[in-house]
Structures are given as C-alpha cells and as structure tokens.
C-alpha cells in the first residue's frame, strides 16, 4: 500500500507567455477593447483570494527584512484623446488637401473673371487727336462760364473754406436760410412755413394781386444772380419765388422791429413765435448778419417800393436794417446828456473822419449795411498812412506777420497806461501823453460770429478796405491770457457776458487765424508805430519797474518817505558832529 501522505506536491504551472506589443498597436488594441467592453459602474472588483497551501509545503518563516522607504505614486495619466487610426488619418488628409485644391481653382475662376470685367468696362485709350478735342472743349466751356458769369456785380461770397475750419457754426444760419446757398436744409425748413404767413399777411394787408411782385422779381433775376459766387442751378421761377419770398420776409422783419408796438400794427398776434420780440428773434438776428446768408439790397428796396407806393423813400431799408440790427452792436451807449452834448460839439468843431472807403457807393447787402453803421463817422482819430485798396506785397496769414503792439501785460511794464475812451464808436483808439485810450466793447454770445462775418466779407470782397480785421488784430495782440483781459476789464474797457475771462482771450487769439492782412495797409499803423516808440525807451521801462516792484501799494510809499527823513536826519547829526570836532568853539 502506497503511503499517499509522503507525495511531493505538484508542481506549479508555468507562467503564461506575452509578446511585446507596440505603443501603437498596443494603444489600438487598447482602444478597441476599451470600446467593445462597456465600462464597469464603480469601483473595479477584487480578484480572488489565492487557494491556500498545504502545511508541508509553507516555506519556513523568515527574519524580517529591513523597511525600504515606499515609491512616490507614478504621475497621473494625461486625460484621455481618441486616437485615430493610420488609415483615418491618411483619409482625412487627402480630403483637407482636395477642399483646398476646389478653393484655390474657384478664386482663379473669379479672379479671372473680374479682370475680364475690368477689361471690358474699360475705355479704350483716345488716340492724340481725340485728346486734344477734349481739352479744347473744356476751354470753350470755361469761356462761356465766363461770358455769362459778371463778376462786377459780386457781393454775396462763399466762406472760404480755411476761414471756416476752426468753427462752422459762426458762419452758417442755424434758424432761417435766405438766398439760395443754404436753401432748403433739413434744420431750417420750419422757417419756411413763417415766410408764407409773412406774404399772405402783405397781400392781405395791402390788397395787391400776388403777380405784381413775382414780375419785378422776374425783372431782377438776372441781376441778383450775378451777386451770388458761382453758378446757381436752379429755374428761373424757383430763384424768383425765393426772392420773393425770402425778399417779403426780411421787410416784415424790419418793419415790425421799428418800434415797440410795430408787429401789432402790421397785424400780427402779440404771442406770435416769429414775429414778436421774443426770444427767437436774437437768433434771427444772428442768422441773418451771416455772409452767406444774404439778399441783395436793391431786391428789399423793390419790394418796400410795391408796398408803399408813394410812401417810399430811398434809403429806407437801410435805415430799418440799422435799427433792426442795433442789438447786435458790440458798443457801448454814452451815459449822461452831457457826453452826449461834448461829443456833438466836438463833432462840428472837428474835421469828420470816415472810415468807409467806399461810401460814395450804393449799399450792398444787410451786412455791408451793418459794418457801414459800425464805421460811421466820428471823431478825427490818429492818421493813417496812405494805402492802396488791394495789395499782394504783404499780405499774409502769418501770425509772426501780425503784430501791430505789444499785450497789455508787457505795455504796462514799459510803463504804459490803459484808459477808457468815452465814445460809441469802438474802432476809435488814441494814444496820448502815455494813456492808450480804447472805447469800451460789449461781448457777448453773438459777438464772435458778427466779428467772423465782418472779416470774411471784408478778406472776400475787392473793394472793402479792412478796418475791422485791424480793429480784432490790434485787440488780439494786446490780449494774450486772462490776466489781460481782467485788467481791461478792471479799466472799464471791455464788458463780457461769457463765463470766464479765459473765454475772451480765447475767442479774439481765433478770430484772426488764417486771416491775410498787410500791416502798413491799417488805421492803426501811426498809433502803433507811436506805442512801440514809447515802449522801447528805458526810462520809461526803469519808471515802470520800481513803480510795479516797489511802490505797488500806498504803504510802500510812506515807508520810502519815513526812510528819506530818517536818512536826512542822520546826515544832519554826522555833520554836525564833525563839525564840532573840526572847530571846536572858543
């Protein structure tokens, strides 16, 4: 009997064999496992327990081994990619390289069919002769542009462009358009409903049958269009209604302005929104003082002659247009009846000067009227020198070139004083005995747009000299900064209802910019040249000097006396003393 106890135990199997794989086939092969196997919910489970050996076959306990410090964890693996296989990837390729062959054939396609266009849209090239019909023809135009074109009669002027850069609004109407340059604009044409109150109100009050005044109309077009800049392209009809109409308005303007209670006789309502002296009518006003916003006088005066027959007087309109236009003035009223009284006396004692190189000519347009009343005569003031109306030599829009005087502040420490001058006339400056005299000017919000008109009519128009350019020069030069302007102010010759002093040094340092001007062509030229004279002598630097630094208040001079006595009695006392030394009494 065989002793089945004493049997060695099996040997254990062999271990299995794997062969090694590569990453990508391995990844591959991990891919498709992973994807054919649904992925267990949870925790992966615990493999079985190993079966558990025979006590014959437990290997002897062994001595402990000595601690070995623990691995750190591997990294964590990176999140998981699909990866593609070879063959997809090869596919996706070839299709990325078939789209972009199709775009580049389809912008071949396209570039090639805009050249063709392009090709064919153009003209072909005119051979010499056909080149030289061409220029002839645009000379023959411009000789009949110019043959129907009367630059005599030219009055009403564009802006020019680098006058209006720096502010648009000074020169363009924000409330009413009359004449045709900005007829028409989306902002004004509420006014134009006023206008056609304003004729049916004079065919109602006059009786006369409308055609009368649109055939004195017809009669003047021709002549009123060779007042504008440039061609006007519109009918002979719509350019005679709009004298007509803008020609009507204007007159009620002024003759409802004449006097306190002048719209109520005309008939119109005493809460009107035009024509009443409202709040509106500053603007109107404004607007209508605008270079480009003018009609030619002799139109007004046609139309007052229908409406007042025998009534009519000339000249007229310009006087309504002075009234009408006297809120506007930038001067200021004489106070008392005596000054009123001194300067009519002086006025008849004293040659007149006028200013008005031009005044043996028919008035022009409202704002010709305008300067023309600014520039009434007054008193004789410092001679000019003499001057041709036009002239190239020196004109020019440098600001280096534009220096008539010194600013105030430099004046003042060469020892030159400021003085308000009583008249009403603010271009009428004087300098005498040391005491520059200067008229006293109002400013206010539409002084800077009446000012800006006034110099573009004058910088347009051939035959207007340029006294209002030298008057806003003069006052730029002799205002650089605030300090300036509140030290006139404290003279009393300058009075503003702007927010702040800075305000008026501004508007007068932009008024001239651009501006072309010839010094020796200004009434002001002697005046200057007589300030500058004085500037530059030292006594009157080093007089200036010691009164600015050292006797700039009283007490400065009761110290500087106490100090003289002190001084003087001191001599007395060392003299004296000396004295005593040197002979001794007896």
Known sequence: MVNLTNRPPPPPPPPPQFRSISSRSG?????????????????????????????????????????????????????FVPILPLRHLIISRKRRKLYHKHMLTWYLITLMVRQK???LNQKPEETREEWVISIKEKMDETLRFDATTSRDKLCIYRVPRYLQENDKKSYFPQTVSLGPYHHGK????????????????????????????IDAMKELEEKARACYEGPIGWSSNKFAEMLFLDGLFILELFRGADNDKGFLILGYGRNDPVFAMRGSMHSIQRDMVMLENQLPLF????????????EYQTGLVAQLAIRFFNPLMPTDKLATKTEQLDIKISLENDNFFNPIADKDK??????????????????????????????????????????????????????????KRKTDRFWDIRFKNGYLEIP?????????????????????????????????????????????????HYCGIIEHWLGTDSEVADLFNRLCQEVAFDLQDSYLSELSNKVDHNYNRKWNVMKATLKHKYFNNPWAYFSFFAAVVLLLLTLFQSFFTAYAYIKPPS
Not at 384 to 402: F, H, M, N, V
Not at 447 to 471: G, M, P, R, V
């Open 362 to 419: 028919e008035e022009l347009h409202c704002l010709d009227v305008f300067r023309r009343s600014l520039l009434r005569p007054s008193l004789k003031p410092e001679p000019r020198l003499s001057r041709t109306k036009w002239s190239w030599k020196k004109r020019a829009a440098d600001k280096r070139q534009q220096q008539l005087i010194h600013c105030v502040t430099e004046l003042r420490e060469a020892g030159i004083k400021f003085k």
């Open 27 to 79: 990844g591959n092969l991990i891919q498709r496992l992973t994807r054919s196997q649904p992925a267990p919910i949870g925790p992966p489970p615990r493999p079985p327990p190993p079966p558990p050996l025979p006590l014959w076959s437990r290997p002897s306990p062994s001595p402990p081994l000595p601690l070995r410090p623990r691995p750190r964890p591997p990294p964590p693996p990176p999140p």
């Open 186 to 213: 989306e902002h004004l044409v509420p006014m134009e409903h006023h206008k056609w109150r304003a004729v049916n109100m004079v065919m109602k009050r006059t009786k006369h049958s409308i055609e009368m005044y």
């Open 117 to 119: 266009l392009q090709t």
């Open 440 to 488: 006293k000017l109002l400013i206010h919000d539409g002084t800077k747009s009446l000012f800006s008109n006034l110099i573009a009519f004058e910088q347009c128009h051939i035959d207007s000299n340029n006294d209002i350019t030298s008057y806003i020069i003069f006052m730029d030069n002799l205002i650089d900064s605030a300090e300036d302007v509140r030290y006139l």
């Open 299 to 310: 139109v007004l005066n046609r139309l007052l002659e229908l409406q007042l027959g025998s």
